[in-house]
């Protein structure tokens, strides 16, 4: 079977804080990624600069959106449709990242703007995890319905479209040494395989990339990916550090 290409997704969080900065973040890390020829390499930004990188014409880059909102248009102050995010450059959209659950997101709009992202046309990376391991395992059966729930609507054909980011949020915002271990998110990416396998069927499920996230660094990207054994990374804070950042998407390139 032909291998996937690796997946690097750069979370910009509320960061960084003027434009200027952000232009010069991302012109480094477009010099340093260039030659990389099996990663792919997804920038989201905050959404008000994404029109700024929307002329970068490289393969290696495409940009994403941190969220969204399911209406297409009407009286919702403060959100943004897929039309919109799509008419300024965006390919992917990040949907359930934890600190956004943290403020109210559910599962059941998460599902919604799952699928409002596939009938636009983009591409989601939908966030999972569990806050905390419990020695009883009862985070495989929140995890599990996290998974239903997020997923519930979709059709087989939209299993092409997603992208599924384990992130263990004991994990996230630390450093290398408090990232999960490769061996654990082995069996967690075979987990959620095994789940997608059930839910549609393993010809489907094993073609969905599942990436990790949780405190990835230059120190253990590449083993995360190659003992790992997962589709590439979810990067936060060390995906505003070009110097890095690039070094990750390197890592991506041999894994
Ligand atoms: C994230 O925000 O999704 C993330 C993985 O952050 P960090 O890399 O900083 O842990």
Redesign the pocket.
């Known amino acids: 079977m032909k291998k996937q290409r690796k997946i690097i997704v750069g979370?910009w969080?509320m960061y960084p804080e003027t434009s200027e900065r952000a232009k010069e973040i991302f012109a480094a890390i477009s010099r340093g990624v260039r030659g990389i020829k099996k990663t792919e390499v997804v920038i989201c930004p905050p959404s008000v600069y994404l029109p700024i990188f929307k002329k970068s014409k490289s393969k290696i880059f495409s940009l994403g959106a941190q969220n969204v909102f399911w209406e297409m248009a009407g009286a919702y102050t403060g959100e943004v449709s897929t039309k919109m995010l799509s008419e300024f450059g965006a390919k992917f959209v990040i949907v359930g990242?934890?600190?956004r659950r943290r403020l109210g997101e559910t599962d059941e709009a998460v599902s919604k703007k799952v699928s409002a992202v596939i009938r636009a046309g983009l591409k989601a990376i939908i966030?999972i995890g569990e806050s905390e391991r419990d020695v009883n395992g009862a985070y495989f059966e929140f995890l599990k319905n996290q998974i239903k729930n997020s997923l519930s609507g979709l059709r087989p054909a939209d299993l092409q479209k997603i992208i599924i980011?384990y992130?263990p949020i004991w994990?996230?915002?630390?450093s290398y040494n408090d990232a999960m271990k490769p061996s654990d998110i082995h069996e967690m990416s075979l987990y959620i395989k095994k789940l997608l396998s059930d839910m549609y069927s393993k010809e489907i499920a094993f073609k969905v990339p599942v990436i990790y996230?949780?405190?990835?660094e230059v120190e253990n990207a590449f083993s995360i990916m190659s003992e790992g054994q997962v589709d590439g990374l979810?990067?936060?804070?060390?995906?505003l550090v070009p110097e890095d950042f690039i070094k990750i998407v390197k890592a991506a390139d041999v894994a």
Not at 171 to 174: A, D, L, P
Not at 234 to 239: A, D, I, M, Q, Y
């Open positions: 979370n969080k990242h934890s600190e966030c980011a992130e994990t996230i915002g630390k996230g949780g405190s990835a979810l990067v936060g804070h060390k995906s």
